[in-house]
């Protein structure tokens, strides 16, 4: 069965960086189009980037562009999430997801993701 585990996740000062990774398992990663979402307390679960099965395409919510960077490596099954400039408002729980049908063009919508990882805790203090 399709199996997405993201690690990476801490407490981190403002201005610090960490990186995120999901290890995906149980399906053709390589034809999937992956994503970033992630949920702060208290409010929705949100779009952070999203990138195509090849990497040739990549969208980046405007809260995060310039500081975040995803990337894949499809001969390791693992897509990252490299997060720089960390601000405390970008604190929230992230998760990795995987489009609901292989190919076509990356989403930034939730519903348009069939697969999710239990998430990692990103702690971004001031």
């Known amino acids: 069965q399709v199996q997405l585990v993201e690690s990476g996740g801490g407490l981190v000062q403002a201005g610090g960086s960490l990186r995120l990774s999901c290890a995906a398992s149980g399906f053709a990663f390589g034809i999937w189009n992956m994503g970033w979402f992630r949920q702060a307390p208290g409010k929705e679960r949100e779009f952070v980037a999203a990138i195509s099965r090849s990497g040739g395409t990549i969208h980046y919510a405007d809260s995060v562009k310039g500081r975040f960077t995803i990337s894949r490596d499809n001969a390791k099954n693992t897509v990252y999430l490299e997060m720089n400039s960390l601000k405390p408002e970008d604190t929230a729980i992230y998760y990795c997801?995987?489009?609901?049908?292989?190919?076509?063009?990356?989403?930034?919508?939730?519903?348009?993701?069939?697969?999710w990882g239990r998430g990692t805790q990103v702690t971004v203090s001031s």
């Open positions: 997801a995987a489009a609901q049908t292989p190919y076509g063009i990356p989403s930034m919508r939730s519903s348009d993701f069939g697969s």
